[in-house]
């Protein structure tokens, strides 16, 4: 999962919101260095991460991805599933529209970006200035960040290939998307309910 789904997972703990954020900048045990509310959301960020690796439907749509995208095809995955969530938006989170829940997601993590790690904060500025989670919600949107995650592997993907095939079977990826992302709700509120349990 990527940007979208890693925040909603932290809805509404704004200290496990960041961790959940900064989850890939922040390597090894140092994790160990930040406050229990933002290690939380550090340790449920790789929790997220395995369970999404792990799953069925995330090896099927990794498969059907492949000609495309290569060795690339997990990673790819969680972008593409975050325009599924977005899609998906209404049936799963019926109590908070997506607007409402982008806005918390921004003054959240601008409130704390001092305790973001360095590269991090560095990119902040822009990635607000872009209202990158709304990014996610058309198709030229994501091509765009296919097209900027592309630039950091060298051009390996073929975005535009990779799109068309996308959006044309895209009823097919909503149903395993279906599959999937109940399944990482309860794993989540599993390890939600978990650190609550050991902090009480």
């Known amino acids: 999962m990527n940007h979208v789904a890693h925040c909603f997972l932290s809805y509404p703990d704004a200290d496990l919101l960041l961790g959940n954020f900064i ?3 922040v390597k090894g045990r140092s994790w160990q260095n930040y406050p229990d509310g933002i290690r939380h959301g550090i340790l449920l960020h790789r929790a997220i991460d395995v369970f999404t690796d792990a ?3 995330t090896h ?3 498969g059907r991805i492949r000609p495309f995208a290569g060795r690339y095809a997990a990673p790819v995955a969680d972008i593409l599933y975050d325009h599924l969530l977005w899609r998906k938006w209404g049936e799963y989170v019926q109590e ?6 982008a806005t918390w997601v921004y003054d959240a993590l601008d409130a704390r970006q001092a305790s973001m790690p360095a590269e991090l904060q560095q990119r902040w500025p822009l990635m ?7 990014g996610y919600q058309s198709r030229k949107g994501l091509e765009w960040v296919l097209t900027q995650f592309n630039r950091r592997l060298s051009g390996q993907l073929q975005v535009p290939e ?3 095939y996308f959006f044309i079977e895209i009823n097919v990826f909503l149903a395993g998307f279906d599959v999937f992302f109940p399944d990482l709700v309860k794993h989540v509120a599993d390890f939600r309910n978990g650190v609550q349990a050991k902090s009480t």
């Not at 908070?96 to 829940?101: G, Q």
């Not at 607000?128 to 709304?134: I, K, P, T």
């Open 23 to 25: 989850g890939d900048f």
């Open 96 to 101: 908070l529209p997506f607007d409402a829940f």
């Open 60 to 62: 099927t749509m990794v």
């Open 128 to 134: 607000l200035q872009g209202n990158f989670l709304q």
């Open 162 to 164: 990779l799109s068309s």
């Open 55 to 57: 799953h069925p439907a």
